[in-house]
């Protein structure tokens, strides 16, 4: 059985029956899966089919992604067989947290070419583009019916051309990667000469570029977010006429030399000037597709992690006698269970060692990856809510111990919890006075305790808090104020998910001036945007100019009025 799809190139139409089967796959010309599940011995016949179906269509080169990491790329949903034998997709694309109608083009980018070519293809078809790095955000800001392109292929470090960098610029600490690269592979590749990243997140299946333009960030009040270390980026973006427009995009004093860039790449154009580079670093793709970026690393390090449970006054008269900015630590975290009011209060400190030492807790490391545990958790936590406070108190536990020692990566990233099926909100509020902070956690807790008492409706995690340093990207959740980030992880299927973090961001966006976090769950319009970020027109107005085509919009800039 034949069809044409949206790539435009005949594909065959095969029903796999058995584990193997790559072993049994037709690859010539592009192929699609029809995943009847249990039911191996279904031979499809004219009519439609619903829900049950993983339906996978992938063009040649997908099926080596099929074989590695990126093999989230299928579509699930309606299939038709009409009398004909003709398969029709009525599907969406599914990709981690991405879940949209299928976009009119997708492109899986491997060069600086590529990306040229793709980008202006779908400029001439009048097509909105939007990068999309992991597809970890849980807001819908990677999302577009138009060209979507895949940039886990842009995973490589770059040299960086020192013949075109200022006279006396130090490039020791200095590396070039494309966007695409996964903190995982940056990391690794850094580690192996001397080098690490100065910070990350709890996380590191991220691309560079998804993280830094969303905000993401790690912990430590004398460390900023990924974005706060970007030197340099290389943007592609579309002029008036929606022809390609390639820009190097550096703060005033950046450090590129004008005259040797001009020389040496006649076809990108550099600007220098703070108000255009801070808005391009958190702009969530607004501004174009980034290529590459060049950032600040520092010396490689090991860490040791312990990890306290302790009541909540505890750590709370710990942070309010400055256990924040003690510089005895890298940086401190706390994780709070507000129905018993507890919390684990996490330390990390740079060591001198050669080899990893000690380890993490086996319910963290190990339990987290039983699905049908978690499953379990999931299903318990909806059906008996009350025995929730208990359940936060056993994941807390789980969460213990103590002089753990490993390279700064492997302690930085929070490992297997990653993989539960989790959405979040998370907010910035303002750290410059911790007892503000205090008060605010206070008033969560309260709301979350409010929330069960009159709705039997819990939080399925521990909260979180963390501590970042002032940024300047103007559109950074830690803009200008040192800030601590309160993060609500919720098992996906948990009742009431939606509305309890509403109120939680509520609470810390009305009383606390809480910027929400743009890759995680939020609600956000141009009022509330331009209320939080005192220099968004700024931000706008640099947005007009490299996006002057509107290609680069989406729901989410639209959101913002920034298309307006
Ligand atoms: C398990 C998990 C753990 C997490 N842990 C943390 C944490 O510890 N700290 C934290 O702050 N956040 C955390 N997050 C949030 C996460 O870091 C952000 O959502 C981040 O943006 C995801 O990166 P990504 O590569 O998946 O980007 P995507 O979600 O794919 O994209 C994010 C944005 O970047 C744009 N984009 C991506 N690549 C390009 C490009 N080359 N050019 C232009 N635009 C581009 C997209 O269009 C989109 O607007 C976590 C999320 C998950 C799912």
Redesign the pocket.
């Known amino acids: 059985m034949h069809f044409s799809n949206e790539f435009n190139i005949p594909v065959k139409f095969c029903v796999y029956k058995t584990a193997d089967l790559l072993d049994v796959v037709p690859c010539e010309g592009g192929v699609v899966f029809l995943d009847p599940g249990n039911n191996r011995n279904w031979n499809p016949a004219p009519g439609e089919y619903n829900t049950s179906f993983d339906v996978r269509v992938f063009k040649p080169q997908f099926i080596d992604q099929l074989l590695g990491r990126v093999a989230g790329v299928h579509r699930r949903g309606l299939v038709k067989i009409t009398p004909q034998g003709q398969v029709v997709l009525d599907n969406t694309l599914l990709y981690?947290?991405?879940e949209i109608s299928y976009p009119a083009m997708v492109e899986d980018v491997r060069s600086l070419d590529e990306l040229v070519r793709h980008v202006s293809t779908a400029a001439e078809r009048r097509l909105k583009v939007?990068?999309?790095?992991?597809?970890?955000?849980?807001?819908d800001?990677?999302h577009t019916d138009g060209c979507f392109?895949y940039?886990h292929n842009?995973n490589k470090v770059l040299s960086l051309d020192s013949d075109v960098l200022k006279a006396g610029t130090n490039t020791e600490n200095l590396r070039k990667v494309e966007?695409?690269i996964?903190v995982e592979t940056l990391n690794k590749a850094l580690w192996a000469e001397g080098k690490a990243l100065i910070n990350?997140?709890?996380?590191d299946?991220?691309?560079i570029?998804?993280?830094l333009?969303?905000?993401?960030?790690?912990s430590g009040i004398t460390l900023g977010?990924i974005a706060s270390t970007v030197r340099s980026m290389h943007?592609l973006t579309c002029d008036t006429n929606r022809a390609i427009r390639q820009v190097q995009v550096e703060p005033s004093d950046g450090i590129t030399d004008p005259a040797a860039h001009k020389a040496r790449y006649p076809k990108i154009e550099l600007i220098q000037d703070d108000d255009v580079f801070y808005s391009c670093t958190v702009c969530?793709?607004?501004?174009?597709?980034?290529?590459a970026v060049v950032m600040d690393v520092r010396d490689s390090y090991w860490l040791k992690e312990d990890r306290i449970k302790q009541p909540w006054s505890t750590t709370k008269k710990q942070l309010l006698d400055g256990l924040v900015r003690n510089t005895k630590y890298r940086h401190v975290e706390v994780l709070i269970n507000p129905y018993k009011e507890t919390s684990v209060l996490t330390f990390r400190e740079e060591v001198k060692a050669t080899a990893p030492s000690g380890q993490r807790n086996f319910i963290q490391t190990e339990l987290a990856k039983v699905a049908l545990l978690v499953h379990m958790i999931q299903q318990m936590a909806n059906s008996n809510p009350s025995g929730v406070p208990d359940l936060l108190e056993s994941a807390l536990e789980g969460t213990t111990d103590s002089g753990v020692i490993d390279r700064c990566y492997e302690i930085l990233n929070?490992g297997p919890a990653?993989?539960m099926p989790?959405v979040?909100s998370?907010m910035a509020i303002d750290a410059t006075d911790i007892g503000k902070v205090v008060v605010a956690v206070e008033e969560i807790i309260s709301t979350f305790k409010n929330r069960a008492s009159s709705d039997d409706r819990y939080i399925t995690s521990p909260f979180s808090l963390?501590f970042v340093k002032a940024d300047k990207g103007l559109l950074s959740m830690q803009y200008g104020r040192d800030t601590c980030?309160i993060?609500v992880p919720m098992l996906s299927k948990t009742y009431g998910l939606d509305e309890t973090l509403r109120r939680f961001r509520a609470v810390l966006e009305q009383k606390h001036d809480g910027r929400p976090?743009?890759?995680?769950v939020l609600e956000i319009d141009a009022s509330a945007v331009q209320k939080m970020y005192p220099k968004f027109d700024v931000f706008k107005r640099t947005y007009q100019q490299l996006n002057a085509s509107g290609v680069f919009s989406n729901e989410?800039t639209r959101r913002c009025g920034l298309d307006g």
């Open positions: 981690h947290n991405i939007r990068a999309v790095g992991g597809g970890y955000s849980f807001s800001i990677a392109l940039t842009l966007a695409g996964t990350q997140g709890g996380y299946q991220q691309t570029f998804g993280a333009c969303t905000g993401t960030h790690g977010s943007i969530f793709g607004a501004m174009g597709v980034t290529y929070i990653n993989e989790v979040s998370e963390r980030m993060e976090h743009w890759g995680q989410m």
